[in-house]
């Protein structure tokens, strides 16, 4: 089917059939968009790390015991090797094919996963501890032992991140398995951006993009903190795009966004994903506007955004001056005032939110928000209570990188697939 984009005929059109994540606010993208739309947040200052007093970072936690781990033979032996990351991958991913009606029993080679990930999600720096451990008291020879006990996921193609071994476990998917390493929300840009070409390129059908936004070490948030200070109080005027914002608040989760071709799609579309680019130039003003560029030149005007919406003062100010003046007088919201950054998936939760946003035909308000900053020009936050979205809106979805270092910008277009609603608005008008 070819795509009714803009001046791209020739590309296929690509839908979102399937969205899952994992949230402070619970499991599920609904039980996100719901807190949301409620004006809750999830924000905590209780982190210990022994004796020491509390972080003086506010952060949100995902409640860990919600979390479950397939049953079955296959599955408990793969467990052994599944740290806190692998499991939340794997509920995301499961949420995703559920939605999809994808069961995952069966081999698909037309399927591929494309994993988000960041130092701190892949496992393998737990197994070799594990096994070292393991092996001092153990009676096999070591080869025995390493046949035994290591999962042989030598039948997937590419062994770039151990948590896309267990995503291909679930779905089935026998086609590429590939990461896109980064430690920051652009990174979930650059995996559905790579997931695009997958598609576009006519080698996969199907392809999952799964990222993790696990806990922060100390050591981590402290290295981000020197960059580009987080911020320390998650009260009424700290959120993004307030006038007395002080900077990023902390988070984790995770997401999992099932792109199909949709001449192929064994799901049914939730949203068609219009566009997305990830690039890097001198300055991250510089990025944004030419990723935001790219994916507007294939696509409709954005009738809604997004936003990345930090709470860094600085980082506001920058996403405001590049991308506004692209959109112009559209409804802005953001998630990060609800649940903070969750860094890697960061831009995956966004994308699932978006498509729920679309399917309601509702935005829910900026967490956090009491007073827009008059000097970020005529940005019209969404505040206090869901605004309409209109009829087949346009969504465009926006994603930076933490830190003055940090150049890299992503931007994605997701439009509704209710042309029918557009053209009865249009006539009603």
Request: proline content about 6%; charged content about 20%; hydrophobic content about 40%.
């Amino acid at each position: 089917m070819p795509s009714e984009r803009g001046g791209r005929p020739d590309r296929p059109e690509i839908v979102v059939t399937g969205t899952g994540v994992i949230s402070p606010a619970g499991i599920g993208t609904t039980r996100l968009w719901e807190a949301m739309a409620a004006g809750k947040t999830f924000f905590d200052t209780g982190c210990h790390d022994g004796p020491a007093p509390a972080l003086p970072w506010p952060s949100a936690a995902v409640d860990t015991a919600e979390v479950t781990w397939p049953a079955g033979r296959d599955w408990a032996n793969a467990g052994k090797y599944a740290n806190q990351s692998a499991r939340w991958a794997v509920s995301v991913a499961r949420q995703a094919l559920e939605q999809a009606g994808i069961t995952g029993d069966t081999e698909d080679v037309r399927g591929g996963t494309v994993m988000a990930v960041g130092s701190s999600s892949d496992e393998l720096s737990d197994v070799i501890p594990q096994l070292a451990s393991r092996f001092r008291n153990d009676p096999r020879p070591l080869a025995k032992f390493l046949h035994d006990e290591v999962p042989d996921y030598s039948y997937i193609r590419g062994i770039p991140s151990q948590l896309g071994q267990f995503v291909s476990m679930a779905s089935g998917f026998r086609g590429s398995n590939v990461a896109v390493y980064g430690e920051a929300a652009a990174g979930g840009t650059g995996a559905l951006a790579l997931a695009v070409r997958l598609l576009e390129s006519g080698e996969l059908d199907r392809t999952l993009v799964v990222g993790v936004g696990a806990p922060l070490s100390i050591t981590a948030m402290a290295a981000f903190d020197q960059d580009e200070p987080f911020g320390t109080r998650a009260t009424a005027g700290a959120g993004p795009f307030d006038a007395d914002r002080s900077g990023t608040l902390i988070g984790q989760g995770a997401a999992a966004v099932l792109l199909e071709r949709a001449d192929t799609a064994r799901g049914t579309a939730r949203a068609r994903l219009a566009g997305c680019e990830v690039l890097v130039a001198a300055d991250v003003t510089s990025s944004a506007g030419l990723a935001v560029d790219a994916v507007l030149a294939d696509a409709d005007t954005p009738t809604v955004w997004w936003a990345h919406g930090a709470g860094s003062a600085r980082l506001d100010r920058l996403e405001t001056l590049a991308v506004l003046p692209r959109v112009g007088d559209v409804p802005v919201t953001g998630s990060k005032g609800t649940i903070g950054n969750t860094f890697e998936c960061s831009a995956l939760i966004d994308t699932a939110l978006v498509v729920e946003s679309l399917a309601r035909g509702e935005l829910p308000p900026v967490g956090l928000l009491l007073r827009p900053d008059p000097g970020l020009g005529g940005l019209d936050p969404v505040m206090g209570e869901t605004r309409p979205t209109g009829y087949a809106a346009t969504a465009l979805v926006t994603a930076f990188n933490q830190g003055h270092h940090s150049t890299a910008a992503g931007a994605i277009v997701i439009a509704s697939t209710d042309r029918t609603s557009a053209d009865d608005g249009k006539a009603r008008t």
